[in-house]
């Protein structure tokens, strides 16, 4: 069982920056990536960003390129969001999510972290 455990959420006003932390333990920490999405109230959960746990490559919404960054700490086995320029359509709440071997998808989430920026 893995757990995720997501930090670093706030209230920020617009042009403001974030950076989100997401902590994974359990057994066998060595996913295929993980990643950051988000979900408003009344809608589907998005994808943010990515990124590969071995190689490091990373993938963005296009909502989001040039002003998020994710990166990753392997052997803390811990993901971060930068995001910078923050607008108010970033308000969401923002899950980490793992893809493990052998699964389909992402299959572990976080309780997600809550980022606000009033209009």
């Known amino acids: 069982q893995v757990h995720l455990v997501e930090s670093g959420g706030g209230l920020v006003q617009a042009g403001d920056s974030l950076r989100l932390s997401c902590t994974a333990s359990?057994?066998?920490?060595?996913?295929?990536?993980m990643g950051w999405f988000r979900q408003v109230p009344g809608k589907e959960r998005e994808f943010v960003a990515s990124?590969?746990?071995?190689?490091?490559?990373?993938y963005y919404a296009d909502s989001v390129k040039g002003r998020f960054s994710i990166s990753r700490h392997r052997t803390q086995n811990m993901v971060f969001l930068q995001m910078n320029s923050l607008q108010p359509e970033d308000t969401a709440l923002y899950y980490c999510?793992?893809?493990?071997?052998?699964?389909?998808?992402?299959?572990?989430w976080g309780q997600g972290t809550q980022v606000t920026v009033p209009s």
């Open positions: 359990g057994r066998a920490v060595s996913p295929v990536a």
């Open positions: 999510a793992m893809h493990r071997w052998g699964a389909a998808d992402y299959d572990s």
């Open positions: 990124i590969r746990w071995s190689g490091g490559s990373t």
